[in-house]
Nanobody, 115 residues
Framework: QVQLVESGGGLVQAGGSLRLSCVASRSISSINFMRWYRQAPGKQRLLVAQITSGGVTTYVDSVKGRFTISRDNAKNTVYLQMNSMKPEDTAVYYC?????????WGQGTQVTVSS
């Protein structure tokens, strides 16, 4: 069992930056995959970025070169650094931990990018 708490969302102008944080209630060093998803109004939840326990990262094409996912195992925290933000990045961002067959989710944090 792991609880996830996101923070760092807010309102930013296009071209700006935000850093999201996801703090876990226990060690994440053994969690296979830590992920950030986002869900815009009326759309399906989309996987944005993933980092493995070994530090391998993957991104959806629309954020490549702009977003960076990282993890600090000592702080039980995963980050999503978002740069050069666009209005289409507006969504609720969710942290996800995949441990074996089980998915754990945070409550989400709203990110709004104004044009």
């Amino acid at each position: 069992q792991v609880q996830l708490v996101e923070s760092g969302g807010g309102l930013v102008q296009a071209g700006g930056s935000l850093r999201l944080s996801c703090v876990a209630s226990r060690s994440i060093s053994s969690i296979n995959f830590m992920r950030w998803y986002r869900q815009a109004p009326g759309k399906q939840r989309l996987l944005v970025a993933q980092i493995t326990s070994g530090g391998v990262t993957t991104y959806v094409d629309s954020v490549k070169g702009r977003f960076t996912i990282s993890r600090d195992n000592a702080k039980n925290t995963v980050y999503l650094q978002m740069n050069s933000m666009k209005p289409e990045d507006t969504a609720v961002y969710y942290c996800n931990a995949r441990s074996g067959p089980i998915d754990y989710w945070g409550q989400g944090t709203q990110v709004t990018v104004s044009s």
